[in-house]
């Protein structure tokens, strides 16, 4: 495509609740990104993807948080029962390469957990 | 952790004016990023300098970077309202897991 896409664009759940984000990069990035934002503060590293592999998964901030790239292409950011915490901005991001290369970052989705 | 630390936190400018905002960080780095957000949704890449070069510009955009101080400065030349925007500031530390960090941000208003 010609740009990242995520999908759904705004998402509101149930505290407690699965939610799936979905992150499609530009065709032909090997490097995905995901972050978290919340509202007044710069993104949060989450996870990082080379190919198919999780090469950092440092950020996730706890087991509920699992993200997957199954084929190095899309991108599917997974938390399970969903905390009122876990409301911000998810944003997605690809890359050619590593960090020595512009990143490209998606819409993002707003994650609203009531 | 945010590595990057902008200040000022917020900019107000009269439309014609320069607007520089600075970054400050603490480990070295590979290269150090700006970025733009409209409304706190996607990030708009602007430039990308490494440790090795002190400046560098794009259009009305100027990059300085100080290695010596761990410090970068964004100079945007002949604002426009449009450039009403919050900045970032990402570096790419030297480490075992690079990962882009990502300061706070500064919150830009250009006044028509």
């Known amino acids: 495509g010609a740009g990242v896409s995520q999908t759904p664009s705004n998402k509101v759940t149930e505290k407690g609740k699965y939610v799936e984000l979905r992150c499609d990069p530009i065709?032909?990035?090997?490097?995905l990104y995901w972050y978290r934002q919340s509202l007044g503060q710069g993104p949060e590293f989450l996870i990082y993807f080379q190919g198919t592999g999780a090469a950092d998964d440092s950020g996730l901030p706890n087991d509920r948080f699992f993200a997957v790239r199954p084929e190095g292409s899309v991108s599917t950011l997974k938390i399970q029962r969903t905390e009122r915490g876990d409301s911000a901005v998810y944003l997605c991001?690809?890359?050619?390469?590593?960090?020595?290369?512009?990143?490209?970052f998606g819409q993002g989705t707003r994650l609203t957990v009531v | 952790s945010q590595q990057g630390e902008e200040d000022p936190q917020a900019l107000s400018i009269q439309e014609g004016e320069n607007a520089t905002m600075n970054c400050s960080y603490k480990t070295s780095i590979n290269n150090l990023q700006w970025y733009r957000q409209n409304s706190g949704r996607g990030l708009v890449h602007l430039i990308l300098i490494r440790s090795n070069e002190r400046e560098k510009h794009s259009g009305r955009l100027r990059v300085t970077l100080d290695t010596s101080k761990k410090s970068s400065s964004l100079l945007i030349t002949a604002s426009r309202a449009a450039d009403t925007a919050s900045y970032f500031c990402?570096?790419?530390?030297?480490?075992?897991?690079?990962?882009?960090?990502f300061g706070k941000g500064i919150t830009l208003s250009v006044r028509p």
């Open positions: 065709s032909g990035h090997t490097a």
């Open positions: 990402a570096t790419d530390y030297r480490g075992a897991n690079s990962k882009l960090t």
């Open positions: 991001a690809s890359s050619a390469d590593r960090w020595n290369t512009e990143a490209f």
